[in-house]
T-cell receptor
């Protein structure tokens, strides 16, 4: 069965510090991994996906199949990065059902 | 920029009552989804819908739930007889396609359902 684990419910860093939000998954096939973000009073929105291998708002995430991880990183956190971050997975064979982790609330202090 | 809209933003109902949650997906999207998030828990998939029929449903989506696309714009989730445990935030989402790169799901703001 597929599962997405985000071990940290809360994460706090100071502005300018590096930040890493952890995500591990379990799935026997080839998943597609995503990071969704929800800023305060806003809707869930896609931040990035592993297939595009791009950097969005300074964030990057690399899929490590050996460690079954898809950690989200940013070298210098900004206050506006404070939000709820969800790691999510789509199984290769489905039309698009997202399996979410429980989310990590990131707070960036000034 | 087009967005998914949901109404109402908050619905309060008595246990046993029927509720209908409404969503207007992005107009050229073809795939529609409902998810829910019970307070403090993870976002959970309920159902996906394509070409006027259910593509997939989770174990949560039992006979008490149904979905419909009554016209060309609305996508509804009906709960026939609400239970206390149905209290949650319900999210509608839509995507242009079902496969990469068109499978990005765009979420609505959610409807908070409170069952008393």
């Amino acid at each position: 069965a597929q599962r997405v684990t985000q071990p940290e419910k809360l994460l706090s860093v100071f502005k300018g510090a590096p930040v890493e939000l952890k995500c591990n998954y379990s799935y026997s096939g080839s998943p597609e991994l995503f990071w969704y973000v929800q800023y305060s009073r806003q809707r869930l929105q896609l931040l990035l996906r592993h297939i595009s291998r791009e950097s969005i708002k300074g964030f990057t995430a690399d899929l490590n199949k050996g460690e079954t991880s898809f950690h989200l990183k940013k070298p210098f956190a900004q206050e506006e990065d404070s939000a709820m971050y969800y790691c999510a997975l789509i199984r290769g064979s489905t039309l698009g059902r997202l399996y979410f982790g429980r989310g990590t609330q990131l707070t960036v202090w000034p | 920029e087009p967005e998914v809209t949901q109404t109402p933003s908050h619905q309060v109902t008595q246990m046993g009552q029927e509720v209908i949650l409404r969503c207007v997906p992005i107009s050229n999207h073809l795939y529609f989804y409902w998810y829910r998030q019970i307070l403090g828990q993870k976002v959970e998939f309920l159902v996906s819908f394509y070409n006027n029929e259910i593509s997939e449903k989770s174990e949560i989506f039992d006979d008490q739930f149904s979905v419909e696309r009554p016209d060309g714009s609305n996508f509804t989730l009906k709960i026939r007889s609400t239970k206390l445990e149905d209290s949650a935030m319900y999210f509608c989402a839509s995507s242009l396609g079902g496969t990469t790169p068109y499978n990005e799901q765009f979420f609505g703001p959610g409807t908070r359902l409170t069952v008393l």
